[in-house]
């Protein structure tokens, strides 16, 4: 893969982690032109809903369930849903198979600025993501989860931790990122914007100012994407495809690629 591939992790459910994903991919867009942002749970998710894009038409997970072998990331990226910079490959439909799976998101790789994969709490496709965020919790339980998932060995050595919670903690983020053993790269406080923004189908990271905007401005900055990360290659995309012409630019082969099982977890409250 050419480009950057960003995974968010949520620790638990209902922390946000599809905005946040949402939101990166929404800023990175001034920056590097197209990005996408990917279901990693083709059987969840809906993270097209997330983006407020689901009125519109254009390529789902269940589309490209056929799909085998190589795949021509270009045909894909056309046909997906979209505004302005930001594309969305949701869940809907049949989920195709694991090799499916991570030969989609590796061919929008080559042709994507960009590509976050929301990966919820179930990472199966960490192994393709160049950098890593995990979304984790300060209460008790979310801690026990986030400590779960940091035992499971399944995250990179160098993955970011964002925390979310209140203004006021009864335990500080650098005691919480010392426990966990991981880098932290922000506190995303809880904002009362961002359920209005929902309501009112703003798109996540589209405002101006605001705290989850300014974490992913950080987090892309921590990662090479951002003010002072150097020049990056913008990528346009033409008007969006119909599925038929991505069946014709992405046709079979005997030869399946080799992946692992596709994540069935469910969404569990992240929007």
Sequence with gaps: ?????????????????????????????????????V?????????????CLEHLP?????????????????????ALPGEGSLRVLASRGTPPAAATVRAVVEGLAEVCGLVVLDTGAAPQLLDLCTSVVVLAGVSARRLADAGA??????LPSDALLVLRGARREPVAPEDVAVHLDLPLAAVL???????ADEDRARVPGTRGRGAVEAVADRVLGMVGVGAGSGPARRVQVPAVDSVAGVRRAVPATEERLPGLEP???????VR
Excluded at 19 to 37: E, F, H, I, N
């Design 189 to 195: 406080r809880d904002e009362v914007r961002v359920r």
């Design 263 to 269: 994540t069935s977890a469910a969404r569990g409250g």
């Design 1 to 37: 893969m050419d480009h950057h591939v960003l995974g968010v992790v949520g620790a638990s459910g209902g922390l946000g982690a599809s905005t946040l994903a949402v939101s990166l991919a929404v800023r990175a867009g001034p920056l590097l032109g197209v990005s996408a942002c």
């Design 149 to 154: 998932l940091v035992q499971s060995g399944v």
């Design 39 to 51: 279901d990693g749970r083709p059987s969840g998710g809906g993270v097209d809903v997330t983006a």
């Design 58 to 78: 254009g390529l789902r997970w269940g589309d490209l369930a056929d799909l085998q072998g190589r795949v021509d990331g270009a045909a894909v990226l056309r």
